[in-house]
């Protein structure tokens, strides 16, 4: 139940009820304090990528529902994990290599390389190459749940007419 509790999805849920309570509280008191602040922008955003899929290619928005939810879904698991492993591994990095109880602690060299950036830059000022040529990364996919309010049926008809 403690953990039902203290998930992020509920911590969003929780922060959203606080700050609709709040937003209600400040209309009555200040409402035009509460109107200045919605004018602050939104998350910036970047245009889509040339390879999205075109207004007929869409799948139905139920498909697209449950990929988003199953994506939030992961990318929590996916963060809760790492936290985990990241406290993990601040002590078992401590540790010199042996066998501790059922578990082997041991080091393997890295196949990965990256680029050496103080030396590259080091090479760039020794030969006046100016700054060193940066590129941003890809952009970031963001999923976040919205609240739809219900159309009742008096307002089609009257948006309709």
Do not use: H
């Amino acid at each position: 139940m403690l953990q039902l509790l203290m998930s992020p999805r509920t911590a969003r849920t929780v922060r959203r009820l606080i700050g609709t309570v709040a937003d209600a509280v400040r209309s009555v008191i200040a409402p035009a304090a509460l109107a200045t602040e919605q004018e602050q922008p939104a998350v910036e955003t970047v245009p889509d990528p040339a390879d999205v899929l075109t207004a007929d290619e869409l799948p139905t928005v139920e498909t697209i529902e449950a990929a988003a939810k199953e994506y939030e879904r992961a990318a929590d698991q996916a963060r809760r994990a790492d936290r985990g492993k990241r406290a993990a591994k601040k002590v078992l990095d401590k540790l010199p290599a042996g066998i501790y109880g059922g578990w082997k602690i041991f080091r393997t060299p890295s196949s990965r390389q990256t680029p050496d950036l103080a030396e590259i830059t080091r090479i760039f000022k020794e030969n006046g190459l100016g700054p060193v040529p940066m590129k941003a990364c890809a952009p970031s996919l963001k999923v976040e749940a919205v609240d739809i309010a219900p159309v009742s049926v008096e307002v089609l008809a009257t948006v309709a007419a």
